[in-house]
């Protein structure tokens, strides 16, 4: 591959002259013009736009730490990421930690990981990544980005709960709303709920919204038709066999795996999804489209995230700055998938 010297010297031009042209400066005939672009071609010559990109102390690329991309949030996330670099002609470096490959779930309440992401973001900076996005695997709160990082940083799907890390959220209150609303406009009036673990801020924030409906609702929460699950269709099943029992006409289950158990447990009882018994998920996992009838459920807005992360961080890039608030936080919207597993009992 031919240099920027060794295309001047065809020319015999100068380099400064070649570099003009190239980046379509002035000051060059029309004849050195065409000859450079002729034999700029002719010789299959690339700009080196990595030691153009470091001469002006830009490499326009973001280093993305992902917790683990075999979870499924994780994935659409970065494709979001993607997409908004993509359309800036940012690159971005990828680094992924395999935290849930490794540990399972019991990282999320603790912190002696942080080490291991400040020597990735040291890696990432030793390369000249222009800033960073951390991408969780689980909404909690997590402190493993320094405040005294001195290139911008911004977490997705998690709370940094600091002033200079702007965090990018799914809104899980509005999400919940919207299902729980849509139970009751079908005229379901006892609604039970299979949450997530109790320490999980989407169960709380869902509980949250579940709870909110029914007081707009003039509807009286009760307790007893909140049962505790942890995820899994194990779970599902165990807490669906319960609420069935209290004699609820549909169950909103916080995942759509645990709605996955409510209906083993329904299907076990000789009955029928959106017959007997509604149910609505939360997710919207790709299997949710293929249970027997497909699971009405919420689309988390994961892709949407990635992008409002990247534009966040480009943003700060150029300029922009964070806003005197104690926490910089951007609740993304979820959106409703009506199915066939909610019946209209009106």
Not at 12 to 34: E, F, H, M, Q, Y
Not at 208 to 234: C, H, M, S
Not at 254 to 278: C, F, P, W
Not at 311 to 338: M, P, R
Request: proline residues 3%; charged residues 25%.
């Amino acid at each position: 591959m031919a240099t920027i010297k060794e295309l001047a010297k065809c020319c015999g031009v100068s380099v400064a002259t070649v570099s003009n042209i190239l980046n379509n400066k002035p000051g060059a005939s029309d004849k050195t013009r065409k000859l450079v672009l002729k034999m700029a071609e002719e010789l299959n010559y690339t700009p080196n736009i990595v030691a153009k990109n470091l001469k002006m102390q830009k490499t326009r690329s973001i280093g993305v730490i992902a917790e683990d991309m075999t979870i499924f949030s994780i994935p659409d996330i970065i494709d979001g990421i993607t997409d908004y670099c993509q359309r800036q002609e940012y690159q971005i470096l990828l680094t992924n930690l395999r935290l849930f490959k490794k540990y399972n779930d019991t990282y999320y309440n603790k912190d002696d990981y942080y080490e291991l992401v400040r020597q990735e973001i040291k890696k990432l900076m030793e390369k000249q990544v222009e800033g960073i996005i951390y991408v969780a695997a689980h909404e909690r709160v997590i402190h493993c980005i320094p405040d005294n990082l001195p290139i911008p940083a911004v977490m997705a799907y998690g709370y940094s709960k600091s002033r200079k890390i702007p965090s990018v959220v799914v809104d899980d209150v509005s999400g919940a709303a919207a299902i729980v609303t849509y139970l009751l406009d079908q005229g379901h009036k006892k609604v039970g709920v299979i949450t997530g673990k109790p320490d999980s801020l989407h169960a709380q924030a869902r509980l949250v919204g579940y709870q909110q409906v029914l007081f707009q609702n003039k509807i009286l929460y009760d307790p007893g038709l909140v049962a505790e699950g942890d995820w899994t269709r194990e779970s599902g099943y165990r807490c669906a066999a319960e609420l069935l029992e209290k004699g609820v006409s549909a169950i909103f289950a916080m995942n759509d795996l645990m709605a996955g158990g409510v209906y083993d447990r329904v299907e076990e009882l000789k009955q029928t999804i959106g017959n007997e018994i509604s149910v609505a998920g939360y997710d919207d996992r790709e299997l949710s489209g293929y249970y027997h009838p497909p699971l009405t459920t919420v689309s988390l807005p994961l892709h949407d995230i990635g992008y409002k992360a990247s534009e966040w961080i480009i943003e700060l890039l150029n300029g922009g700055e964070l806003e005197h608030t104690e926490e910089n936080v951007c609740a993304v919207d979820c959106t409703l998938l009506i199915r066939k597993s909610v019946k209209n009992v009106k």
